[in-house]
Each structure stands twice: as structure tokens, then as C-alpha cells.
């Protein structure tokens, strides 16, 4: 299973930067979430992934024992996931915000400063 | 002595605030401050006289063999009293010169910064600390230099100054590191009994090269010399104290301080005669062509500077001898002449020496200086001008037959200096005064006493050479010869062939001056050949690297963002693909990987179509529909290898993503292809490429074994430290609780951003 999903966060990230190269705004943001969750993924398999075995304690243990899935990337990604999805909105808003304002979403032509609007 | 030299980097510090606090028309008393390290420095004289050192150390970084070692010794000594006695009286004249001026806080405290850092420069007994105070001096002086900062010229010269000589320090930081590794020793005083190994090393010409290059650019010898004419934007107490007596000095000093180290030696008195003689020749004819006060005193300054180096080549005791009491004769009478030319810019508010005459009607006081100094410049019996320049043909002549030639060039040099001092000193005060002067007077007395006490001192050494004598130029001799000097200065030597050298030089100069008339057409012919200077070729490399830079620049930051991802990332590849490629053998230990079952491949297979349709779909609905596949699949992955929370994470976050994404859709542009295939295809390569590394990589990681310490620690003590069962969720809101808040606020930040653009009304232009 770990070499599907070596390939998995190999195409996530080649799908990623192919997005985040176009000139769209939107194709950009695409783009950025999914190398996020290529990144996301990287991180949850380098914590070695463990299936059925959740990081939980059970009802009448006091601490985790046995085999179990490691809590910190865990931990990590949750906080990368709500975080990006905070940048994500915010983009989003702010891409259409932009192409209302100067009518394009193409990179190359937001070149002037508004002074030049 | 460690205080004295600091002192003067505390008051420049303390100076601004100072005299905005004591805010009155007259800021004479801040001369105070040189005048009492001027008394410090001149009460060492008789312990210096008797051949005694002094010396004061403080380890600064000891590890690296740095301290703030003081030494003073006879060539020490005559700098440290240049330095603070011309300052004094710079310091006062400049209280009159510049009175009423808004940065005169800023300007006195730039000159204290300046005379620190000389005295640590002449002071300085680790090379290591003389480069630190050399640059010192550079930096300071390009302050003072560009003080007039509203001024383009002034600018202009002063960056110029500070290319040239900072080159320089570059070179002497280089000379000194090599010098410190050569003889494994970096006190100055030290280095002399090493003088023979050093010599004998095969790093010697490096050496060489590099204190040469340093001295050359700071004390203005040719092909580096045109900073200094330059340089005379700056206010005239600027150019009297830099440019006459103290920072065009410090390459000298360096020459002479290193003479017992480096030289003897034919590699460093060729060069040194050469530039020297070159120098002080090239110098000489152009001062007697220039009309501007400042720059007939700037080029014969050169031209002294170049007779220096020149003794110094030399390298006889007579030469020694010679250059020491010319440091001095130089200085009084050029500071001298420089205050002389501030006043008369002061009061007449033109240079141009032709128009100028007559000015002794108005302000005799500073005419008798000026005359005195032209005459010590001069060399005319009974000035000190006269003892130095028979030092000099007494030094040249004795060289047998190079001798003759060397004679012969120092005759040329003296005439054209005579002249150019008469053209300064005199011509202004003498002759008919023009009826738009007639109603100057004279200036407060703290301008012209400055000068007219280095005009007197000129010829009170003159008259008196026993007073410097022993107690000044012996220690000067000695501490560059190593050895007790047997002379005597004498004013009169007899009828010899010196005399009759001194005689025809002050008889063709005289001649000179009374032939030659300074006019615009010789100045304009004198200055044709200036496309080819040294000066025109330095502006023409500074045009062109300002234009390659620009060119660079342009190209690397060309405001495309997606070439600057196509650099990052191409380099990233490259430098990943390479250390893969050649550093690290792949394998995949199949052992420990866990079994594929058929759903999870299903789930696998979903995520990469809908990764697919993401990328190529030409339609926005489609794009953003299978990023939220993605998510979900992504989503149950988290399920199946027991991370719950992130499931629940990610399926509420993508859906979130999604409807917003939805929301704004048909405000959002058209979903247009708007790059060509052959960029398409060049992204594409780039980003396989990348995909591919970043998975051998994956592969790679994932053989290291990992440390659980920290895991552990969360495991064991989640329920014990933070009463939680779900250790995500302990570690999330109590372990690293206070990330958690502060995320927290980072969401709210982005929540309000998205609030308030949403709810943003356009103003009217924009709608439009």
C-alpha cells in the first residue's frame, strides 16, 4: 500500500506545480491545495502508517500500549489542514474580489500598480 | 591611550546631542575636545625623544589574535599631533566657516568619528585592528566628503571616494590576513625582527602587491588618484584636514610603517619609485592648469603625496629622513593654504584664481599666512619648505647615476609646485583689488588664526630647526630605520650643488609664474585628453556593471511568477536529482510494507482520475468537483489507517472548499486555457520531474528508522498530564495548546479578510 501512495503524493505534487505554472488565478489556487494535500500525505506516511489502530486510548487504559498510529503527524496535519483552509478562502474571496475590480484573472496582465487602474 | 583614541567615537556619539542641548550661536568650545588630546599626545614627546615606546593593550578577540593594542613611536607621534593639532584648529575654524549651519551637531560629530578613527589607524599596533580603523576612515570620510548631501557632485564624489579606498581596504585587509599567516605574528612592532623570513617567503609579491594597492588608492597615487581632486566637494575644513594632513597621509604612513617589515627589498622600492615619480610629475603639470583654487591645491597634494611614496621607494636613510620633515613641511603649509581658500570662498564666494587679486587690501592677516605658506611651499631659504627640499636632492643625488634622473624629476615637480603654490598663496592677495571686492573684511578671528598659526610654525621650524630636530624627526627616523639616525637639521649647508638645485628651482618657478597666466584655454587644453584618464575609465566600468546588474536583475526578477517557481524549482530538482542520482542507493524493504487490499486500491485508483480530470478539465465545475473527490478519497485514506480526526477534518474542510469555490463561480472569470503547448508541455516535464523525485524521496525517508521519543511521551502521558483519552486531540488542545490559539486567530484573521472583502462596496472609479 505504501508504494500506492508514494505514487499517490508523487502525482499530487506533479498535478500541483503543473497548476500553480498557468497564469489563471483560479487554476494557482487549485493548484496550491493540491500540493497541500501531497504534502499533507507525505507527512501522515513518514509517521509510518498502522491501520484499525487509532491513536486512542482505551476506556479503562491510562496510556496507549500495543501497536498504534502515531499521534503527532496526526497532529501536524490537522493543524496544516484548518490552516490552509484559512489561506484557501481567503484566496478565494480575494481572486474573485480582484477580477471584479480589473476584469482578468491572468497573471500577466496584474502587472500594474492601482495607481495605473 | 586606549581611552584617547576611543574617546573620540564616544563624542561623536554624545556630540549631536550635546549641542542641540546647549543650542548657541558659537560651538568654539567643542575644539576643547582635540585640543586636550593634542595636549595628551604632545606631553609623550619627551619620553619619545628619548627614544622610549609606549604601548597599551586591551584583548579584544583574542582567539583570533585581535586587540586593541596601542604603540606610539616617533611616526606615530607625528601623525597623532597632525592629527589632533590640525583638528583643533579645524575644529575651530570650522565653528566660524560653517556657523548657523543646521547639521553642524552632525558635521563635528563626523569629524570626531574621522579623527578616531586616524589616531586608531597611526596608533595601531595589531594589523588586523589598522585595517578595522583604515575602513574606519573610509567611512567617515565619505560622510564628510558628501556632507553636502543636497548636492549631486557632492554625492557623487563622495561614493567615488569610498569605491576607491574601500578597493583599497579590501586589498590591505587581504595584504595583512596573508601577512598575519606568513610570519604566524600580528604585532606590528613584532613583525620587524621577522623582516627576513617574510621576505624570503613565496608570498611576499602578494604581499607586496596588496598593501601597495591599498596605499596607492588611499593616499591617491596614480592611476588612483582622481577621488582626491573629487573630493574637494566637500567643505573646505573637510579638504584641509582629510586632504592636506591627515587621511591622504594614511597610505604614507602605511608605506612607512611597514618600510622595516617589507621593504629593502628591490620589489618594494621599484614599484614605490616608480608610482611615486610617475605621481608626482603627472600631479605637478596638471595643478599649474587648473583654475579652481581647490583643485590647484588638490593636485599639488597629489603631487606631494607622490613625492612621498617616492622617498619612501627610496628607501636611503637620507630618503627616510627627507620624507619625515616633508610630512611635516607638507602639512602645515597645505593646511595652511586649504584654510586660506575657505576663506576666500567664504567671503569672496568664488575659487577661480583669475579673477582673484588684490584681497591683501582687505584681509591682510590672511594674506601674510597664505604668502608665508607659498613661501615654505616654495622651499625659499629660511623656511621650513627649504630644509625639506634640500633633504629631497640631498636624497636623490646620492643615488650615483639613476640619480641624475630622479634629480632631475624632483626639479620638475618642485618647479611646478612652487608654482602652484604662488598661484594659491599669492596671486589672490597681490596686484590691483577688483572694485567688486572692495568692501569684504576681514573674517572673525577664528578663521584666520588657524592658518596663520601653521604659517608661522612653517617658518619657526625654518628658522629654528633644532626645535624639531631632535625631539620629532630623530624618533621618526628611527622608528623606520630601526636605528639611531646621525643627522643634524641644518638650515644652511654650505655652496653646494643642493643649493644650487633649491636656487634653480625657485628661480625657473618664479620665472613660471610670471610667463604663465592662468586662463580658460589653457585649462581647456590641458584637460582635452581627460576621455582617456584613468578617471573616465573607472565611470565607464562603473556604467557598465550598473547596466550588466540591471540586465541580471531584469532577468531573474522578471515579475512572472511562474518563472521564478520554473528557477526554484528547476534548481531544486536538479540539486535533488543529483544527490539521488549519485548519493543514495534505492531500495524498497518490501517486508515492512502492509498489504494492498482491494478497496484501498479502488480509493487509489479514484484519487489519481480525479487528480486527472482536476488538471485537464476545460471546465471550472468539473475542476473544482474532482478536487473534492481528492479530498474525500484523501479523506478515506485517514479513515482506513486510523486517524479519525483527520478524517473528519478533511471531509468538513473539503466541503467547505468546494461550496465556497461554488459560491463565487459564476463570479469568477471564464475558465480559459490561456497558456501555449509548448509551455504546457515544458510545465508539465518540469512538474513529472518533480513528482518523480519528491516520491523517490518518499521511498527513501521511509527507510530511515524514526526515533519515538516524542510519541511515546504523548502516548504515555495524555491521559495522566491532560485527562484526555483521544492523544490527537490532548496534544492539539493542551500539549501545543497554545498553537492551537494562536491558529485559532489566524482563521478569525482570514475569516474577517474574507468578510470584509465579500461585504466591500466599490467605490465608484472602480466599478467603471
Redesign the interface.
Known amino acids: 500500500?505504501?508504494?500506492?501512495?508514494?505514487?499517490?503524493?508523487?502525482?499530487?505534487?506533479?498535478?500541483?506545480?503543473?497548476?500553480?505554472?498557468?497564469?489563471?488565478l483560479?487554476?494557482?489556487i487549485?493548484g496550491l491545495?493540491?500540493l497541500g494535500?501531497?504534502a499533507?500525505?507525505?507527512i501522515?506516511?513518514?509517521?509510518?502508517?498502522?491501520?484499525?489502530?487509532?491513536?486512542?486510548?482505551?476506556?479503562t487504559?491510562?496510556?496507549?500500549e500495543g501497536l498504534?498510529?502515531?499521534?503527532?503527524p496526526?497532529?501536524l496535519?490537522?493543524?496544516a489542514?484548518?490552516?490552509s483552509?484559512?489561506?484557501?478562502?481567503?484566496a478565494?474571496?480575494?481572486?474573485?474580489?480582484a477580477?471584479?475590480?480589473i476584469?482578468?484573472?491572468?497573471?500577466?496582465e496584474m502587472?500594474a500598480t492601482d495607481e495605473d487602474l | 591611550m586606549l581611552l584617547a583614541v576611543l574617546s573620540g567615537f564616544f563624542v561623536a556619539l554624545g556630540l549631536p546631542l550635546i549641542i542641540k542641548v546647549f543650542k548657541g550661536p558659537n560651538t568654539l568650545w567643542v575644539s576643547l575636545f582635540p585640543l586636550s588630546l593634542f595636549i595628551y599626545f604632545i606631553s609623550k614627546l619627551p619620553a619619545i625623544k628619548d627614544g622610549e615606546t609606549l604601548s597599551s593593550s586591551w584583548a579584544w578577540v583574542p582567539s583570533l589574535g585581535i586587540g586593541l593594542d596601542f604603540y606610539l613611536d616617533g611616526l606615530s607621534l607625528l601623525f597623532t599631533l597632525l592629527i589632533t593639532g590640525i583638528g583643533t584648529l579645524v575644529f575651530v575654524y570650522t565653528s566660524s566657516y560653517l556657523k548657523g549651519h543646521i547639521y553642524l551637531d552632525r558635521f563635528y560629530a563626523y569629524l570626531s568619528l574621522f579623527m578616531a578613527s586616524m589616531l586608531g589607524l597611526v596608533l595601531a599596533d595589531n594589523i588586523i585592528t589598522l585595517f578595522i580603523f583604515w575602513e574606519l576612515t573610509s567611512i567617515s570620510s565619505f560622510f564628510l566628503i558628501g556632507f553636502n548631501n543636497d548636492n549631486e557632485a557632492s554625492r557623487k564624489s563622495a561614493l567615488t571616494a569610498l569605491s576607491i579606498t574601500g578597493l583599497g581596504g579590501f586589498f590591505l585587509l587581504t595584504g595583512m590576513v596573508t601577512l598575519g599567516y606568513v610570519a604566524q605574528e600580528y604585532q606590528i612592532s613584532a613583525l620587524a625582527t621577522l623582516s627576513e623570513e617574510i621576505q624570503a617567503n613565496a608570498l611576499y609579491p602578494l604581499i607586496l602587491v596588496m598593501v601597495f594597492v591599498a596605499a596607492f588608492t588611499k593616499s591617491a597615487q596614480f592611476p588612483f588618484h582622481f577621488w582626491l581632486p573629487g573630493a574637494m566637494k566637500a567643505p573646505t575644513p573637510v579638504s584641509t584636514y582629510l586632504h592636506s594632513a591627515t587621511m591622504v597621509k594614511a597610505g604614507i604612513y602605511l608605506l612607512a610603517r611597514f618600510t622595516p617589515i617589507l621593504g629593502n627589498h628591490e620589489w618594494w622600492n621599484g614599484p614605490l619609485i616608480i608610482v611615486g615619480s610617475i605621481t608626482m610629475v603627472y600631479a605637478a603639470i596638471h595643478a599649474i592648469f587648473r583654475l579652481d583654487l581647490k583643485a590647484i591645491l588638490a593636485y599639488s597634494t597629489i603631487s606631494a603625496l607622490g613625492i612621498l611614496v617616492f622617498l619612501i621607494g627610496l628607501g636611503t636613510d637620507e630618503a627616510l629622513l627627507a620624507a619625515g620633515v616633508f610630512i611635516l613641511v607638507h602639512a602645515l603649509y597645505k593646511a595652511t593654504l586649504f584654510l586660506v581658500t575657505g576663506i576666500i570662498d567664504h567671503e569672496t564666494g568664488t575659487r577661480d584664481v583669475s579673477k582673484l587679486s588684490g584681497l591683501n587690501k582687505v584681509m591682510l592677516p590672511v594674506g601674510i599666512a597664505a604668502i608665508l605658506a607659498a613661501i615654505s611651499n616654495a622651499g625659499i631659504p629660511a623656511s621650513f619648505g627649504f630644509i625639506g627640499k634640500d633633504l629631497i636632492y640631498e636624497a636623490t643625488l646620492h643615488l650615483g647615476n639613476m640619480g641624475y634622473v630622479l634629480t632631475g624629476l624632483a626639479v620638475i615637480t618642485n618647479v611646478c609646485l612652487l608654482f602652484a603654490g604662488f598661484l594659491a598663496g599669492i596671486k589672490p592677495f597681490i596686484g590691483p583689488l577688483p572694485p567688486a571686492f572692495s568692501k569684504l573684511h576681514l573674517p572673525p578671528a577664528t578663521m584666520w588664526v588657524p592658518p596663520l598659526i601653521l604659517a608661522s610654525l612653517g617658518m619657526v621650524f625654518g628658522l629654528f630647526p633644532m626645535v624639531v630636530d631632535t625631539a620629532l624627526i630623530k624618533p621618526i627616523v628611527s622608528s623606520m630605520t630601526l636605528g639611531t639616525p646621525t643627522f643634524e637639521l641644518k638650515i644652511w649647508h654650505g655652496f653646494n650643488i643642493v643649493l644650487l638645485l633649491s636656487l634653480l628651482t625657485i628661480g625657473s618657478g618664479i620665472a613660471l609664474y610670471f610667463i604663465l597666466k592662468p586662463s580658460e584655454v589653457l585649462f581647456a587644453k590641458a584637460t582635452r585628453f581627460e576621455k582617456l584618464s584613468p578617471e573616465s575609465a573607472v565611470n565607464q566600468f562603473a556604467k557598465g556593471f550598473v547596466s550588466f546588474s540591471s540586465k541580471w536583475t531584469n532577468f531573474f526578477q522578471n515579475?512572472?511568477?511562474?518563472y521564478y517557481?520554473?528557477t526554484i524549482?528547476s534548481f531544486l530538482s536538479l540539486l535533488l536529482g543529483y544527490r539521488l542520482f549519485y548519493g543514495v542507493e534505492i531500495y524498497?524493504d518490501t517486508s515492512t510494507?502492509?498489504?494492498?487490499?482491494l478497496y484501498?486500491?479502488v480509493i487509489?485508483l479514484i484519487?489519481?482520475a480525479a487528480?486527472?480530470f482536476?488538471?485537464f478539465s476545460k471546465s471550472?465545475l468539473t475542476?473544482?468537483a474532482s478536487?473534492g473527490v481528492?479530498?474525500y478519497c484523501?479523506c478515506l485514506?485517514?479513515l482506513?489507517?486510523?486517524?479519525?480526526?483527520?478524517a473528519m477534518?478533511?471531509f468538513s474542510?473539503d466541503t467547505?472548499?468546494v461550496i465556497?469555490?461554488v459560491l463565487?463561480l459564476y463570479?469568477?472569470?471564464k475558465?480559459?486555457t490561456?497558456?501555449d503547448t509548448r509551455d504546457r508541455i515544458r510545465?508539465?516535464l518540469?512538474?513529472?520531474i518533480?513528482?518523480?523525485l519528491?516520491?523517490i524521496l518518499?521511498?527513501e525517508?521511509?527507510n530511515e528508522t524514526?526515533t519515538?521519543d516524542?510519541?511515546s511521551y504523548?502516548?504515555?502521558?495524555?491521559?495522566?498530564l491532560g485527562k484526555g483519552?483521544?492523544?490527537?486531540n490532548v496534544?492539539?488542545v493542551d500539549f501545543?495548546g497554545f498553537?492551537?490559539m494562536v491558529?485559532i486567530t489566524?482563521?478569525a484573521?482570514?475569516?474577517l479578510?474574507?468578510f470584509s472583502?465579500?461585504k466591500?462596496r466599490?467605490k465608484s472609479i472602480?466599478k467603471e
Open positions: 500500500m505504501e508504494i500506492l501512495l508514494v505514487i499517490l503524493i508523487g502525482l499530487l505534487y506533479a498535478a500541483g506545480i503543473y497548476m500553480i505554472l498557468r497564469r489563471s483560479v487554476k494557482l487549485i491545495i493540491l494535500n501531497g499533507n500525505m507525505l501522515f506516511l513518514l509517521g509510518k502508517i498502522v491501520k484499525g489502530k487509532p491513536p486512542i486510548i482505551e476506556a487504559g491510562k496510556a496507549l498504534y498510529a502515531d499521534p503527532i496526526q497532529a496535519i490537522l493543524t489542514i484548518v490552516i483552509f484559512g489561506l484557501q478562502a481567503f478565494i474571496i480575494l481572486v474573485k474580489r477580477y471584479k475590480v476584469k482578468t484573472d491572468d497573471l500577466d502587472n | 515579475g512572472y511568477l511562474r517557481l520554473i524549482l524498497v510494507l502492509s498489504d494492498i487490499t484501498e486500491a487509489v484519487m489519481a487528480i486527472f482536476t488538471v471550472r475542476a473544482v478536487m481528492v479530498g484523501f485514506i485517514f482506513f489507517y486510523s486517524a479519525p480526526d483527520l477534518t478533511q474542510i467547505l472548499t465556497l469555490f463565487v463570479n469568477l472569470p475558465y480559459l490561456l497558456s510545465d508539465g518540469l512538474s513529472l518533480f513528482g518523480a519528491i516520491s518518499t521511498l525517508v521511509m524514526v519515538k516524542i510519541t504523548y502516548a504515555e502521558n495524555a491521559y495522566i483519552k483521544n492523544v490527537v496534544i492539539l501545543r498553537d492551537t491558529e489566524v482563521l484573521i482570514a475569516a479578510g474574507v472583502l465579500l466591500l466599490l472602480e
